[in-house]
């Protein structure tokens, strides 16, 4: 019984300083910018795609308007992350942190308390 | 007697005088006295744009384009961002100088999705040529930053910015509107929008650490 409470002493020590750890070197602010360009007149065929060889029959396009997409036009992706089960930013990783260690202090103490009950019924 | 009485009025009187005389001249030129000023300055962030989560400032527009056949002699296409306000800014206001390191990665290849055939800009390489903007940045602002960052593997970090420990306090603007996409000449271009987005990350650590 002691040595896993060493154990869980020990792995609860180890899991709050990696979480602790790692906002400082993880990335503190993240934002995302959009990039687009827009062609027109015919859309090229896969079987004729040898620039330079004028086999493009490009028909003119009368569309002036910027290649700019609007917010509809740019579909936001999903944030893909290396770690998809990390906390991605400086914020998830202090609240990951705080309601793990509420979670391991909660283990602790009630390990503590079914130790004490344990030992209070073997004395009656 | 009398003359030991007379010598300490004497003296006495002397002294007096002498005293006012010193306590007058004070009055008339007084000593210079002391003021403090004080000013203390508590640590702000490090951040995007202020903290922004959506970056117009830095969209990259590569115009409107005639899908058109390569002239001959071309390598593959290139084309110039025209949004020539494009920039980045890292705002370093920690007030330590630890240093940081600004980071984009293209979050995807550029991407039709209204086309019917060719969906993708397949093989489209987007290039970012970043430089100190120093008149929007911070006087003295001397982070540095890259240029030929070149996008070419999706969702893979690549350093725009930097600064060491010591440098980049304060704003350091990246204009990155000499930036360029080269498509390469295969690659079958549909009518229509592609676009993508970069995911821009500071991060506390300078580059070389």
Redesign the interface.
């Known amino acids: 019984m002691k040595y896993w409470r060493v154990i869980v002493i020990g792995i609860s020590a180890l899991l709050l300083w990696g979480w602790l750890l790692t906002p ?23 079987s004729n ?8 029959h ?1 028909t ?2 009368s ?7 609007t917010k509809s ?5 999903e ?2 992350a ?1 770690w998809g089960w990390l906390p991605q930013t400086n914020e998830q990783w202090w609240l990951s942190a705080f309601i793990g260690g509420i979670g391991l202090l909660m283990i602790l103490i009630s390990c503590q308390l079914i130790t004490y009950l344990k030992k209070r019924s073997l004395l009656r | 007697m009398k003359k030991i009485l007379l010598g300490l009025l004497c003296a006495t009187t002397l002294f007096t005088t002498a005293g006012l005389t010193a306590s007058a001249a004070d009055t008339d030129n007084p000593k210079p006295q002391i003021s403090k000023g004080k000013i203390e300055f508590l640590q702000g ?5 202020n ?24 390598k ?2 290139r ?1 110039a961002n025209i ?1 020539k306000d494009a920039a ?1 800014t890292v705002s370093d206001l920690r007030g330590s100088g630890a240093g940081w390191k600004l ?1 984009v990665k ?3 290849v ?2 039709n ?1 209204k ?4 969906k993708e ?1 397949t093989g489209a390489i ?1 290039t970012l040529n970043g430089v100190l903007d120093t008149d929007a940045s911070t006087t003295g602002a001397d982070a540095n930053v890259n240029k030929n960052v070149s996008l070419g593997e999706v ?1 893979s970090d690549h350093v725009l910015m930097d600064a060491a420990v010591g440098k980049g306090n304060g704003n350091n603007v990246a204009n990155i509107s000499g930036s360029q ?1 080269t498509v390469p ?21 300078p580059a070389n650490s």
């Open positions: 400082i070197a993880s990335a503190v602010s993240t934002a995302d910018s959009p990039a687009a360009i827009q062609f027109e007149g015919k859309t090229e065929s896969s795609q040898h620039g330079g060889d004028n086999q493009f490009v003119e396009a569309k002036a308007s910027s290649s700019m997409p036009d740019v579909k936001q992706p944030r893909q290396t | 962030g490090l951040t995007i744009d903290g922004a989560t959506d970056l117009t400032a830095a969209s990259l527009d590569f115009g409107s384009n005639k899908i058109e056949a390569a002239k001959a002699g071309d593959d296409y084309y949004n980045i980071s293209q979050n995807d550029f991407k999705d086309a019917t055939v060719n800009l987007l969702n996409l000449l295969k690659t079958a271009r549909a009518e229509g929008i592609y676009s993508t987005t970069l995911t821009w990350s500071v991060e506390a650590t």
